[in-house]
């Protein structure tokens, strides 16, 4: 969400080709779907690297915003979670599931059973939709995937 209070190109991405499809939305103004709740795995600004971009965040960033964000989900207490990019998969579903991730693609578009705390959740790793990963049409076979799952347990639960 930008401080004006529209999404940001990465928000509309996600709305259109992954939440739409099991009827969420990023955009808290939108009343016609639910509201997916959105978070990061940094809880913190991160600031710009040298060449002026954004800095990734680091395993010690990750590490020490990882209360926060479990805190978090014990309050949210979500059913389902889809983990966007190579930053949050690896992390959280070595944290949460016991699950070591060498590349994101060997993981995209599957359930992993995950306990945060007192309390079970699915989660579902799937691109983040950065350029760098949406290179070369990825994004629209690894949404769809996604969008089918997280469909499914939905329904399930």
Known sequence: MLPSGRLSDKGRLLDRDLLRHFGYTADPHNLERTYAYLTDVSHLWLGRGPSDKLRRPSTQDKNHCAPWLQRELQAVRPRVIILLGRHAAPFFLARYAGIRVRRLG????????????????????????????????GAASAYAETARLVSQLLAAA
């Open 106 to 137: 060997d993981v995209i578009g599957q359930a992993y059973v995950c306990r945060v705390g007192d309390f079970e959740t699915t989660a579902v790793p799937t691109l983040h939709p950065t350029g760098a990963q949406m290179a070369a049409g």
